[in-house]
């Protein structure tokens, strides 16, 4: 292999966001190339300040750090905000309440098991900008620097 990427295990915890088994602790792996400097995520990369997008797409997006969202709360969270107009702001309060079920994190767990106003907004917003590039055939390239 020309590239030198070295792996390694993301320290960080972090929650994992699903509809089945309810809210869970997930590790990530990061893998950064040392020759050319790409930096790759769970479900992007980045090189030089900006974020690529992969073309396909894993069952979870990385909403923020340490939160990851699977596909079918995202779907349901756009349904709820689309279809009823349910704000986002109750739809954090909807997860919270009924799939997360007031499930507890570990004494040492610095991340809780809920979702912001914030990730429900990332999570809809990087979905929606997916699929629209998937229908456009392009990549979605992001800023990487700073606030999303």
């Known amino acids: ?13 972090h929650k994992n966001g699903n509809s089945e088994a309810n809210t869970c602790i997930a590790k990530s792996v990061h893998l950064y190339c040392q020759t050319c400097g790409i930096d790759y995520h769970h479900n992007y990369s980045v090189f030089k300040g900006e974020r690529t ?7 979870s997006v990385q909403a923020a750090d340490h939160v990851f969202i699977e596909k079918s709360v995202i779907e349901l969270i756009r ?3 689309d279809f009823s107009w349910t704000s986002a702001t109750n739809c954090a309060k909807l997860y919270n309440l009924c799939l997360s079920r007031d ?36 990549t ?7 606030e999303q």
């Open 1 to 13: 292999m020309a590239c030198g990427v070295k792996g390694e295990q993301d320290k960080r915890k």
């Open 53 to 59: 997008y992969y073309e396909h797409q894993p069952d």
């Open 79 to 81: 349904t709820a905000m």
């Open 103 to 138: 499930k507890q994190t570990p004494a040492d767990y610095k991340v809780k098991f809920e979702l912001s106003v914030e990730h429900v907004w990332d999570g809809y917003v990087i979905t929606s900008l997916l699929e629209d590039c998937e229908h456009c055939m392009s």
């Open 140 to 146: 979605l390239i992001a800023p990487h620097t700073g």
